[in-house]
Every structure is written in structure tokens, then in C-alpha cells.
């Protein structure tokens, strides 16, 4: 007696379990032990009725759900284990054959498991690589960032506030002389100009002393989050503490010394424009490798469970929910102010999540393909380059890594491989990024010609 295993499908197997009657018939004397304290049987105290009498009474397969329930998980898992499958849902009783004191159980249940995958061809693709040239004014861009942070403030006390001055400041504002909550603080930092506040209210504010009070009228936008205050008038009476002006640092070797490991200007800007040029060379890089991989993706093919496609769904939205958290918004309100369901959120990732499913699937069957099985160093490289993503150590990272993470860490080294075969065995051409522009240009102006010659053919 055991189990025999079926493939009826490429992603789902049939198991069909035939149980030695002497142990269903041990499974249906620990179901009535079970759940003999729940029956009640007139003349006898709860859990002291005898099993036949509930029997006779309820009938004979009264405890066949409970001694079925008893035996499945441990006769399942072994099936499932000893047979290597990777199943993706849960299994489905399919037909109940036998059932019944003195008999053999026996019965066969349906699975999904992972799907077979007919791989398409994946060495000999083809993919442009557009790189981009650094501009001067992405270099001047990138040593602001630096020059922000070396910005320090400065009082102004002889002039009243301009545009682009930081003000601290009290306000109190009122809608129909109530106050609202929200409405009244003290000591407040606004930029002027920055566009932070309603409309109005930031302009009005220009020209203000130190010390000076004054009642600012402003409206709330129509599309305002909260709705008692959409659209309506409302008066700030505001008082302007105190005035600061950035102070930025001069461009010159006394900056660069401060912010690298330079010490003249020329040399930090040099190495500016290095960094952003290794950025895009780098950036270029990842997408053509993401090109070549969508290639052999879409070249292969396998019939996905429903299951792969909502558990990924799910993982995405957790990761979404993660994101907001971060940035200190909640999902619910995120769900609110946009007016969408979870069920549109969920529809509006599942063709990604099918993409993502299906190319774990294709690379892992690469894998196997090429009978790849990445070595000590790999997995190395893996496990350092995934530290330097978190910004941790490498020895710390590693140490921190469960078995199961190990094991995913090795899987990753894996399909790396796969994917520096796919890159080798690529014909990649390399053009310059303005040629890439050309050719959508080209392609919309097509596109919107044809557009006008269908409109003019539908007004004859």
C-alpha cells in the first residue's frame, strides 16, 4: 500500500493513495476520542458514550471526515516529499474511491505544482545598447547636491522677506471666523516660493518684516484632501519671526578639498563627470540585459498556476504596503484618495506579477538546461554584491543569513550565470542615445500621421 504519482497536465499531478485499512481503522478510533466530548447521547455523561452507539446512532461513517483529516497531512507531505514537487496550492480531493472500517482508503487528490517550461531560444538574441552622454548641465546638477550640502543659513535682519528667504513663523487661520484643525502653529519654517503652502499665501508674505503681524486671505484649492475645507476662503493672521538666506559655498578648491578627496576643483569635477558617466554606461548595461532576458522569456513557454500569479500579487502589494510605510502613508488612505479597490490594485499588478512568475520560472529551467551549478565564489559574489545593496558589511550580512536565505542566495548565483550566457552568446550593438530619440520621434510622427489620415478619411 502506498501512493502512486500522476502527471496530468505541465503544471499539475494526480496522486492516488491507497491506506491500509488496519490504519484508517486506528485513525477512526483517535477520531472518535476526539470528538466524543462533543456528542451528546442521552443516558450518558459527554465523552462517555460508546463508539458504536454514536455509530448506530449518527451512522457508521459519522467519524470518517475526522480519521480522514488525522491521516492526510502526514500521507501527503510524504508523497509530496519523496517525489521532489514543488506543488503551488493546495491539493483538491479528486475522487474518493474507497472508504470504510475493515477496507482500504482510498482516494486521489489534484495538485498544481510548478509548470514545465519549453524553453524557446535564448543564445543568438539580438539588442541595441544606447548610451548616454553626459551633458554639462547633469554635472553642474550633481555638484549642487554637493553644494546643498555644505549650505549653511544666515539671519537677515535689514531687509523684509523675499522670494526664496526661509521664514519662521506663527499662523492662525479661520473659515468663517472659526478656527479649523490643522490651522495654528508656532515657529514654522516655510520657504517662500516653494509652493508648500496654498496658493496666496506664500506671495502675500513677501515684503514682511521681522516682528511684523498681518491677515493674509487665501482659498483652498477645490481638489483639497479635506473636504470642510475645499473651496473655501480663509484668512491666516500670520507674524514673521525671523528671516534666513542660504548661503552657498564658492566653486573653487577649498570646496572640492571639503566634499572629496580632491583638492582642486577641476579634479573634482573630473570625477564627477566620471561617476555619472560610469552611472550610465551601467544603466545602459541593465537594460540591455533586461532586454536580452525579456527576449527569452517571451521565447519560452509554460501554462502558470492561477496560485504563482496571486501569491506574486500578493508579494508586490506587501512591498507596496512597505513603501508607503516608509514614507509614512498608510495603504488604506492610499486606497482612499485615489477612490481604487484592492481588487483594481490587484488587477493592475497581475500582469507584471505573470511576467515575474514566468521568468523566475524560465531562468531557473535555463538553469537546469545548462546544467549550471554555481560554485563557492559565486555564491560569494552574490551574497557581497546583495551587503553593498543594504549597506552592510559583507561577514555581518553573511552571518545573518538563514539556511532557506543561503539556499536563495545560491539559487541567485544560479541564474546570474544563466543570464551571463544569455549576454555572451548575445549580438549586442552599441549606438549612441540620441539615436535612439531619432527613431521615436520617427515612429510617433508615423504614428500621429496616420492618426490624421484616418480622421480625415472618417470625416469624408
Partial sequence: MGYTVEKISGNQVKIKFEIAAEKFDEAVQKAYLKVR????????????????????MYGEGVFYDDAFNILFPDEYEAAVKENDLAVVDRPEVDEMTQ?????????????????????????????????????????DSRIQQDVEKETTMADVTDRPVQNGDTVNLNYAGTVDGVAFDGGT????????????????????????????????????????????????????????NGIQVKVKPELDDDFAADVSDFNTFAEYKESIAKELSDRAQQN???????????????AADCDIPDQMIEDEIDMMIREMKLRMMYQGFKYEDYLKYTGQTEEQIREMYRSEAKNRVKMQLVLEAMVKAEKIEPTEEDVEKVIADEAKRMGRETDDFKASLSDRQKEAMKKNAAIRKVVDIIKENAQIEDKDESEKINV???VEAVEKAAEAADAAETEE
Fill in 440 to 442: 521615436q520621434e520617427t
Fill in 284 to 298: 545602459a548595461d541593465v537594460q540591455v540585459e533586461n532586454d536580452l532576458v525579456q527576449q527569452a522569456v517571451d
Fill in 185 to 240: 502653529a508656532e515657529n514654522q519654517t516655510l520657504e517662500i516660493g516653494s509652493g508648500h503652502f496654498i496658493p496666496g499665501f506664500e506671495e502675500q508674505m513677501v515684503g514682511m518684516n521681522v516682528g511684523e503681524e498681518k491677515d493674509l486671505n487665501v482659498q483652498f484649492p477645490k481638489e483639497y484632501h479635506a473636504e470642510n475645507l475645499a473651496g473655501k476662503d480663509a484668512v491666516f493672521h500670520v507674524k514673521v
Fill in 37 to 56: 466530548n462533543r456528542v451528546n447521547i442521552p443516558g450518558f455523561r459527554k465523552g462517555k458514550a460508546p463508539r458504536k452507539l454514536i455509530e448506530n
Fill in 99 to 139: 472508504i470504510g472500517v475493515g477496507q482500504d482508503l482510498v482516494f486521489t487528490v489534484k495538485v498544481y505544482v510548478k509548470p514545465d517550461v519549453e524553453l524557446g531560444s535564448y543564445k543568438g538574441l539580438k539588442a541595441t545598447r544606447y548610451t548616454h552622454k553626459v551633458t554639462d548641465d547633469e554635472i
